[in-house]
T-cell receptor, first 115, second 114 residues
């Protein structure tokens, strides 16, 4: 079985500060990992994904995430927060090589950016 | 760009009513999903479909059913709506062939059952 834990349901940062959103996963086989972002009154959109290869993954809007197998983590970072980054962020996992595609989401982290 | 359209943005229904939520996609994707989103609970999978007339239960199928008569359309049905089904419902599609493909989401239907 696969699962995702996002530490912190709400993170608040100042504009220009580092953004760090934490995600830990549980998986019995190599996972595929994703970060999605949801802006107010919209559906989710893909921010970045890890499949295989390079463990540091770059996404849209200056975000990146690092896959650390030893820590079973896939934390999302951005060096300098912008007001437009205020949104809810979801980490998700699916299993590679499975017969069905089933994406399991974390409970989400709401990011607030203060001026 | 993939377009996933959910027919209603906001919906208000009464307890006991039969409710249909419609989702249409324009990219010929085989896979379609219905999620429910609640504060503090994230997204939970209700049902999914890998092909026309094919459906599988997700994690929380109780009280719901689905219909997939055409490839582009996936309907979520609340047989007898209850207040605990008040929620945001999200439809998503996915292209077969690669497990690292992203899901494409609609903008959601916010359903209130009174």
């Amino acid at each position: 079985a696969q699962s995702v834990t996002q530490l912190g349901s709400h993170v608040s940062v100042s504009e220009g500060a580092l953004v760090l959103l934490r995600c830990n996963y549980s998986s019995s086989v190599p996972p595929y990992l994703f970060w999605y972002v949801q802006y107010p009154n919209q559906g989710l959109q893909l921010l970045l994904k890890y499949t295989t290869g390079a463990t540091l993954v770059k996404g849209i809007n200056g975000f990146e995430a690092e896959f650390k197998k030893s820590e079973t983590s896939f934390h999302l970072t951005k060096p300098s927060a912008h007001m437009s980054d205020a949104a809810e962020y979801f980490c998700a996992v699916t299993l590679s090589g499975g017969s069905n595609y089933k994406l399991t989401f974390g409970k989400g982290t709401l990011l607030t950016v203060n001026p | 760009d993939v377009k996933v359209t959910q027919s209603s943005r906001y919906l208000v229904k009464r307890t006991g009513e039969k409710v249909f939520l419609e989702c249409v996609q324009d990219m010929d994707h085989e896979n379609m999903f219905w999620y429910r989103q609640d504060p503090g609970l994230g997204l939970r999978l209700i049902y999914f479909s890998y092909d026309v007339k094919m459906k599988e239960k997700g994690d929380i199928p109780e009280g719901y059913s689905v219909s997939r008569e055409k490839k582009e359309r996936f309907s979520l049905i609340l047989e007898s709506a209850s207040t605990n089904q008040t929620s945001m419902y999200l439809c998503a599609t996915f292209m077969t062939g690669s497990y690292n493909s992203p899901l494409h989401f609609g903008n959601g239907t916010r359903l209130t059952v009174t």
